[in-house]
């Protein structure tokens, strides 16, 4: 007998159904005796919970259960883990273990995008919406009648708000934890405003509702919350209006039941759009002089969709054709969101052949991309978001390389004009940086201690028009600035960086700065420029001379000299005089250099033959990043170029030396120099260790600016599992010399 084809929507609908019973319990009578569960996830003000259990009636019927460690009993909160929302997890798995489930669950913290507040711990959407999925944690996430969500924005819709933009923006960055550091960073600020206000990703409220999925009332805010105190009025009157709470959620628990038994018997219904339970009145009248909402948890489609994308039981072809076909639907702007999400958590880098053709058809699509060039060009105000996703376009061949890169020169120029403490921070959170012409730079920023601090972070340019810009800063009123303005014309020092005698001679009126860190700088700089005028040669030995001076300074004036000499340069007497006075003096450091300098040789230009054995072929890394075996002829030391950014690593020394003894390790060596921070982070992201093994559980001197900003404290890096910092001056680590 010929059967007739089953509808696609008909199968869609009893799909949705099955699941929507696997989330949803059943209702049974509750026995007067059973307690209702309360679960209480207190990340700030625990004024809520307190108000709950003293006024739910009748209170032999309820039980309280607090999700957030150390919460309980006003117990201190436990030390936080690497993963901040483990505990999270973890009691999701302990819930479902012991097959408990949560009546009502009363969630109250600063809420921007993520729950945050005086636990310390943090709870995001994004965890929430992926717990919320594939029964990994039912007993918090669906299996509740009630979810009191008290926190600004929690359930906000994309419309207008009491606040603007701006003015939530300014909200979210001034967040500061228990120890005065940001919560959010700027990427995730402006992830957070454009979610509320924009028409990337979903809102709030369609968010919350795919996180609780089953949950017939959800209440929040849709703007402003009332802080914990001030919610307690509101929330009184409401619980005076409901006399017997059990009874109510025991009616709410039959009306969720009733319209499961109506849904699964009327496909028609289902499939005309979902019926949420209907408001809760009590609860709106008590709180209507505020931003209160109400909405139910709403297990559709796109739940199904989403919750699919991120199942880890799926194959990730599976899922990335999920995700292909959310962002080619309709409204598939939204999911741009989830696609962001989906490429942090699971690079394309690391795909096999069956999911990279599928990252490839998500690329191609002409749909998608064009609705994310039309999201990207809507973002020129929020450029770390912008940068996010101009790295996604870029992954998905939305967005050329060219293109990227020009993007990204752009909004680091904006950002360096800009010359505030947010843009200096967004420009050294990332990394990646384009080199940027300073003639693209307004000469305000060359000024501005902001600006100057995040060129510091960027790639150093080469061109003489930056060294002259730098050097603007050495007469500038802020002592920042000017000692800022020292370290930048220091670390980009060599033969083509356009430090002129005259700018050499302004670095050496700040070695007069009444600002300690500014002459320290100014001391450095010439250190690394190794000046030849007399009249600056005169200035550092006058540092030498003077035994009230700063010890930095004196050490390196006296490198400097030891950089003169063995660059093949020459002195005035006076200033040889100066040195063998420093050698016999009493700071052994000082008097080390000044013993080398005196005694130094220019550098010889013989050219030994490589050693045939070591010339073997080329190692691409695990990062697939070519590295070949060179020998430096003047030298015949061994090294590896990283043909990416043609940076030659030898071997490191054998005998450990300290600060200074370092640098002239390598400045003896043609061509050579300690690397720099930047140097040691691009080569660790390089795959530097696949080569040379032994730089694992060692430390390396490096160049680096401190992380205090000043030269106080030598810093060095360190390849024992990553790349540290430790402010101790008077230790002594491996020396590892790079060069071109």
Not at 414 to 435: F, H, M, Y
Request: net charge neutral; glycine share 8%; hydrophobic share 35%.
């Amino acid at each position: 007998m010929h059967r007739r084809p089953v509808d696609l929507k008909c199968r869609i609908a009893l799909s949705l159904l099955v699941a929507l019973f696997v989330r949803i319990p059943f209702a049974t009578a509750k026995d007067p005796s059973d307690k209702f569960t309360v679960c209480t996830i207190t990340i700030n003000s625990d004024n809520e919970a307190k108000l709950f259990k003293s006024k739910l009636k009748p209170p032999s019927r309820f039980e309280f259960v607090e999700i957030v460690p150390g919460r309980a009993d006003d117990k201190a909160a436990p030390e936080k883990t690497a993963d901040s929302e483990n505990w999270f997890k973890n009691a999701c798995a302990q819930l479902k273990e012991r097959k408990k489930s949560c009546d009502m669950v009363i969630l109250s913290g600063h809420f921007g995008g993520a729950f945050f507040g005086s636990s310390g711990q943090r709870l995001t959407l994004e965890t929430l919406e992926q717990m919320g999925c594939n029964s990994a944690c039912p007993g918090i996430m669906n299996s509740p009648k009630e979810v009191f969500l008290f926190g600004c924005n929690t359930l906000a819709g994309k419309g207008a708000n009491t606040r603007t933009p701006e003015q939530y923006r300014a909200v979210l960055r001034a967040e500061v934890n228990e120890n005065g550091d940001r919560v959010f960073t700027d990427a995730q600020v402006e992830e957070v405003v454009v979610f509320r206000y924009g028409d990337f990703g979903e809102s709030n409220r369609e968010r919350m509702s795919r996180a609780f999925s089953g949950v017939p009332h959800l209440y929040g805010f849709d703007s402003v919350a009332p802080s914990g105190k001030n919610a307690e009025e509101s929330l009184m009157r409401y619980l005076k209006s409901v006399p017997d709470y059990a009874a109510h959620l025991e009616q709410v628990e039959l009306e969720r039941a009733t319209k499961g038994m109506i849904g699964a018997l009327d496909q028609v219904h289902q499939m005309n759009g979902f019926h949420p339970p209907k408001p809760n009145p009590e609860i709106a009248t008590a709180f209507k002089s505020t931003n209160f909402a109400q909405c139910s948890g709403n297990f559709t489609e796109d739940t199904a969709g989403y919750c699919g994308v991120f199942d880890e039981n799926r194959p990730l072809s599976a899922r990335l054709s999920l995700l292909r076909g959310l962002l080619a639907g309709p409204g598939g702007t939204k999911y741009l969101g989830v696609a962001k999400q989906f490429f942090e958590r699971y690079p394309p880098e690391k795909y096999d052949a069956q999911a990279k053709s599928e990252f490839d058809l998500i690329g191609a699509n002409p749909v998608v991309k064009k609705r994310f060039a039309t999201t990207l060009a809507a973002l020129e105000k929020m450029p770390a978001f912008a940068l996010d996703l101009n790295e996604l376009g870029e992954k998905l061949s939305w967005v050329s390389h060219e293109d990227a890169q020009s993007r990204k020169k752009t909004i680091l120029a904006q950002l360096l004009n800009q010359g505030t403490i947010e843009a200096k921070d967004l420009v050294c959170s990332r990394q990646g940086w384009p080199e940027i012409p300073a003639a693209e730079i307004n000469p305000a920023a060359f000024t501005n201690p902001y600006s100057l601090e995040a060129m510091t972070c960027i790639p150093k340019s080469n061109d003489p028009e930056a060294a002259r810009k730098f050097a603007i800063a050495l007469t500038a009123n802020d002592k920042d600035a000017r000692r800022l303005g020292a370290w930048l014309l220091g670390e980009s020092s060599g033969p083509k960086s356009g430090m002129s005698p005259e700018i050499e001679k302004k670095l050496a009126a700040q070695l007069n700065d009444p600002d300690i860190d500014a002459k320290q700088m100014a001391a450095w700089a010439l250190h690394r420029s190794a000046p030849q005028d007399p009249a600056v040669q005169q200035a550092l030995a006058e540092r030498l001379d003077d035994p009230h001076e700063d010890a930095s300074v004196r050490r390196d004036a006296a490198m400097a000299f030891f950089q003169i000499k063995a660059k093949g340069g020459e002195f005035p007497s006076s200033v040889r005089e100066s040195l063998e006075k420093a050698a016999k003096g009493g700071d052994s450091i000082v008097a080390r250099i000044a013993t080398r300098a005196l005694t130094a040789h220019g550098t010889g230009s013989a050219e030994p033959t490589a050693e045939k054995d070591f010339l073997k072929s080329a190692v691409v890394s695990h990062a697939g990043v070519e590295f070949e075996p060179v020998k430096n002829p003047k030298t015949g030391e061994s090294g590896w170029r990283d043909t990416v950014t043609g940076k030659v690593w030898y071997e490191s020394k054998n005998t450990p030396s300290g600060q200074y003894g370092a640098e002239m390790d390598c400045s003896e060596k043609p061509g050579q120099e300690l690397p720099s921070k930047a140097d040691l982070v691009l080569a660790e992201q390089h795959g530097i260790r696949d080569v040379l093994k032994n730089m694992n559980d060692h430390w390396f001197w490096s160049s680096s600016l401190g992380p205090d900003g000043t030269r106080d404290a030598y810093v060095f890096v360190g390849y024992d599992g990553g790349i540290g910092y430790d402010d101790r001056n008077d230790g002594r680590y491996s020396v590892r010399c790079v060069g071109r």
